[in-house]
């Protein structure tokens, strides 16, 4: 089956390290995102890729990076410059402009 | 004025009620469309498009007013299982595969 995998699920980590979570999609979409959501709040874009080997910042950039190396991968890289990185992260792919996105199942992480 | 605005609830009402969620957008060039479903600790899942002629999909009506920009999600005979946060989507630019997320209705279906 088609789908988005994101891992892990849940991810600890200290302070000052830096980590890299993980989004896979065989659905064959160009279109794929990184969101940030936390407690009782909505979800807002860290970064996003249109095509393999281009991505733009989103609107919450600062102290993340992206690769899109491959049209299937879409890794997100917390670094220790994010300030307040405990959150629930979520990937999502789309086909195109009129399409809503399919998302992962998230991954949850703290920083402890 | 944020992009898109919901009202938080939560809403709670009985099994088989009504129930309306209106959700506002500040972009009038805004393209696309969407309700999404987000139930607790759960990555979002799209319920339904919306389109300028409305749309029905079994006890779920979405409707889109454009020129008071604003989208409308009916459900009827409600049901338990329908107890989750529901997201208005937009895309706000209509140039980029790139959607604006409301912060969600809570429901809550009670006995």
């Known amino acids: 089956d088609g789908g988005i995998t994101q891992s892990p699920k849940y991810l600890f980590r200290k302070e000052g390290q830096n980590v890299t979570l993980s989004c896979e999609q065989n659905?064959?979409?160009?279109?794929m995102y990184w969101y940030r959501q936390d407690p009782g709040q909505g979800l807002r874009l860290i970064y996003y890729?249109?095509?393999?080997?281009?991505?733009q910042k989103g609107d919450i950039a600062e102290g993340y990076s992206v690769s899109r190396e491959k049209k299937e991968s879409f890794p997100l890289t917390v670094t220790s410059a994010q300030k307040n990185p405990t959150a629930f992260y979520l990937c999502?792919?789309?086909?195109?402009?009129?399409?809503?996105?399919?998302f992962g199942s998230g991954t949850r992480l703290t920083i402890v | 004025r944020k992009e898109v605005e919901q009202d938080p609830g939560p809403f709670n009402v009985p099994e088989g009620a009504t129930v309306a969620f209106n959700c506002t957008y500040s972009?009038?060039?805004?393209?696309?469309f969407f309700w999404y479903r987000q139930d607790c600790r759960k990555e979002p899942k799209l319920l339904m498009s919306?389109?300028?002629s409305g749309n029905e999909d079994g006890r779920f009506t979405a409707q889109l007013n454009r020129a008071s920009q604003y989208i409308s999600l009916l459900i009827r005979d409600s049901k338990l299982s329908d107890s989750a946060t529901y997201l208005c989507?937009?895309?706000?630019?209509?140039?980029?595969?790139?959607?604006?997320f409301g912060t969600g209705t809570r429901l809550q279906v009670t006995l």
């Open positions: 919306v389109y300028s």
């Open positions: 989507v937009v895309n706000p630019t209509g140039t980029a595969s790139k959607l604006t």
């Open positions: 972009n009038s060039a805004s393209q696309s």
């Open positions: 890729s249109q095509i393999v080997n281009d991505f």
């Open positions: 659905l064959n979409h160009d279109a």
């Open positions: 999502a792919s789309s086909p195109g402009q009129r399409y809503g996105y399919t």
